[in-house]
């Protein structure tokens, strides 16, 4: 018998990870989201959806003065977005005290790489994957609090699913 739902997610650090129209059209769906489950990290939640222009406005209001944003909102309403959320592993296969160490938030955003493309080191989505700042291919949160922000934003209560995966116990001590 294993426990596949677990109690609570409250405690886990969870990211948004979103593939960008151009991620989608280049067919690195795939690849993207392996990178992050050959990690270690465990997925949550996952959606595909061609997003609203008030929802991609809400989603990078932080930046809405830069005057990349109108450039930035036509890309990313441009085609289907793949978001995902991925969570911290817990260290037992019941529900547990969360992984301490380097956040999924933090790590997301090393395995993506730098928002340059070009100065992304290689090994990294960004640095493998792309050339351009404006195209380039995927989104991670840059907070845990943005991340509880952007979950928010993009998923509705009920969509997430929280699980023990079996092989938690072979990843965190
Ligand atoms: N962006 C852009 N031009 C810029 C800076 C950013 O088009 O000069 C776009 C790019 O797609 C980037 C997104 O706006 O990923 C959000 O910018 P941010 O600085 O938050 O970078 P990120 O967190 O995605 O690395
Ligand atoms: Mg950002």
């Not at 769906?29 to 997003?51: A, H, N, P």
């Not at 080191?121 to 493998?128: K, L, N, Q, S």
Request: proline fraction near 6%.
């Amino acid at each position: 018998f294993l426990p596949h739902l677990v109690a609570s997610m409250e405690e886990v650090e969870q990211t948004y990870i979103m593939i960008k129209p151009d991620g989608v059209q280049r067919g690195l769906v795939g690849e993207i989201i392996s990178r992050f489950e050959r990690k270690g990290f465990k997925l949550t939640g996952l959606k595909l959806f061609q997003c609203p222009k008030e929802l991609a406005e809400e989603h990078y209001k932080d930046l809405q003065s830069k005057p990349f944003f109108p450039k930035l909102i036509d890309y990313i309403t441009s085609g289907p977005v793949v978001f995902c959320i991925f969570a911290n592993l817990v260290n037992c296969i019941y529900f547990g005290k969360a992984w301490e160490g380097v956040g999924v938030v933090a790590s997301a955003r090393k395995l993506i790489g730098a928002t340059n493309p070009l100065n992304a080191e290689p090994g990294t989505i960004r640095g493998d994957l792309a050339v351009q700042t404006g195209r380039n291919v995927v989104h991670g949160s840059d907070s845990p609090d943005n991340g509880k922000r952007e979950i928010g934003l993009w998923f509705n209560e009920g969509e997430l699913c929280a699980w023990a995966a079996a092989l938690e116990p072979w990843l965190v001590e």
